[in-house]
């Protein structure tokens, strides 16, 4: 069994997820997205505490608006998922988790430097544009299990 259940509806969503995400960064900015949207369904705290599927976690609407860019801006929907895309989701989904992004739920391109922090948690490390953040210790261990 993977990190988190899922269905094969679910590694295509992911997938082009990913690559309207992180297509500019390669495979591995890919897979660092997906292992955030993976921790996002596998952790119980913060604003995720009522996520629990992968449609969930891309869907999930936050302050009026959808958490992921390209959702809100329909880039998601623009290109079906490829198999290499399929392919990086699976292996997000049944075991990858490699830093920065291995206990982070928060990435974003700042197009700036990243701040040492963003809306409080502290930066875990950057990959290309991306920045990542993981939760102040003490405040979300189940991102650091399994």
């Not at 993976?38 to 009522?50: I, L, M």
């Amino acid at each position: 069994m993977g990190r988190v259940k899922y269905t094969d509806a679910d590694v295509a969503l992911m997938a082009r997820m990913m690559r309207a995400e992180a297509e500019g960064e390669g495979k591995q900015g890919m897979l660092y997205v997906g292992n955030v949207i993976v921790n996002r369904a596998k952790v119980n705290c913060s604003d995720f505490k009522d996520v629990r599927t992968i449609r969930q976690v891309i869907f999930q609407v936050q302050g009026g608006n959808y958490s992921f860019e390209a959702v809100q801006k329909g880039n998601v929907f623009y290109n079906r998922a490829r198999s290499v895309e399929k392919r990086l989701a699976r292996k997000n989904l049944e075991f990858w988790r490699e830093h920065p992004a291995k206990y982070s739920l928060w990435y974003f391109n700042p197009y700036a430097p990243c701040p040492p922090t963003w809306y409080g948690q502290p930066k875990a490390g950057q990959f290309k544009k991306h920045c990542y953040y993981e939760p102040k210790p003490g405040t979300c261990a189940s991102v650091y299990s399994g």
